[in-house]
């Protein structure tokens, strides 16, 4: 989906002890705000946990997400369903 400006970074769990969570979140922050200039974006599909408590997996706009997460409180008040996944 490169092409169309949709990217999915996958980082295995093997590549996570060779280099520090920390460089993985910043070089894909990096490549995250290159693609905003393209009007692109980068969701991390796959990753340690200790880079998913580093970075954001899906990036979606702040306008689109707070609305997804109001639709999601109003469905699921108590937040059982799917917890910790895309919409939190």
């Known amino acids: 989906h490169a092409g169309n400006g949709i990217v999915r970074a996958l980082v ?3 590549c996570a002890h060779a280099v520090p969570p920390a460089a993985w979140a910043a070089a894909l922050e990096e490549a995250r705000a290159a693609l905003r200039e393209a009007r692109g974006t980068l969701a991390l599909t796959a990753a340690p946990r200790e880079l998913l408590a ?4 899906w990036a979606v706009p702040e306008p689109a997400l707070a609305l997804m997460r109001r639709i999601k409180d109003a469905f699921d008040p108590a937040g059982i369903l799917a917890p910790g996944r895309f919409v939190l």
Do not use: C, I
């Open 54 to 57: 580093l970075v954001e997996p």
């Open 12 to 14: 295995p769990g093997d």
